[in-house]
């Protein structure tokens, strides 16, 4: 209802943004490098934070990074599973035809994955994410996966993301041998107060904007309300804009985000 109200050539805060009209955080950019740097090495990662920081963004924005003729990229999400049903996801995605046990699709996977880097010259960049997600037995089966040439050769990078959960779930003791394994270890936070105007001003921007939309007592609300988290400022400056438009007003102040808050409390 605030689009043509405030001007807009699309929604600011929706979620169908291409990578490259994506955000640019100090933070993401320097997750960007590390993750870059995990590829390159087929190391295995981990990335977590609470819900809403911005770690599927940074995924999507690896992924973009990355040259298909060097990388092949596996992403799975459907993480409430057994090992068989995750070496079975896992085939499909590599396509090949999942085998009758949870063995023999392991030997099929590991046989793809040698034949991938040896013949195609590519690293197999394996991302599960909601990795908290993971029962403990399916985690613990995830080292076998990169375990190469009597664990001499490095063939698979493994990158696990998830809710801060996963951090702790990965300190239980039979879990430790994947702990070991992990070299990269990422927890993205909120943005902070001056990284939550740059933020908006980008949000405003590419969505037409072409004079300040909310005030400095407006963003002062925001970054309170949202601890810097992005899918909370979001839902807070959508709603927000919606109460502004609603009350004729061409300035977005800290009275309208107390608005949002309230209604997305509700």
């Known amino acids: 209802m605030y689009r043509s109200f405030f001007g807009f050539s699309r929604s600011p805060f929706g979620r169908d943004l291409p990578p490259d009209q994506l955000f640019r955080a100090p933070a993401l950019d320097e997750l960007q490098a590390r993750l870059c740097y995990l590829a390159e090495t087929r190391s ?10 911005g770690k599927t963004t940074a995924l999507r924005r690896f992924k973009e990074a990355l040259h298909p003729d060097q990388v092949r990229v ?67 089966e995830l080292p076998l996966l990169t375990n190469f040439e009597w664990d001499s050769g ?78 909370k400022i979001d839902a807070l400056a959508h709603n927000a804009l919606s109460a502004a438009a609603a009350a004729r007003a061409r300035i977005v102040d800290a009275e309208h985000v107390l608005v949002a808050a309230e209604e997305i409390r509700a």
């Open 154 to 231: 490095s063939r698979l990078a493994l990158l696990l993301c998830g809710q801060v959960g996963l951090r702790q779930r990965l300190r239980m003791a039979e879990l430790e041998a994947l702990a070991q394994r992990i070299t990269i270890r990422c927890n993205l936070r909120g943005i902070d107060r001056d990284t939550t105007r740059l933020y908006l001003e980008h949000r405003l921007k590419i969505a037409g904007a072409d004079r300040p939309i909310f005030s400095e007592p407006g963003i002062e609300a925001i970054y309170s309300a949202s601890g810097g988290v992005f899918r």
């Open 44 to 53: 295995v990662g981990l990335v977590y934070s609470e819900p809403g920081c």
């Open 74 to 140: 596996v992403y799975l999400y459907d993480t409430a599973v057994n090992a068989g049903d995750l070496y079975r996801q896992l085939a499909l995605e590599l396509g090949i035809e999942p085998k009758w046990s949870r063995a023999m699709s392991f030997r099929a996977i590991q046989q793809e994955i040698f034949r991938l880097s040896k013949e195609r010259r590519l690293t197999v960049l394996l991302i599960i994410d909601e990795a908290h997600r993971l029962r403990p037995d399916v985690l613990a």
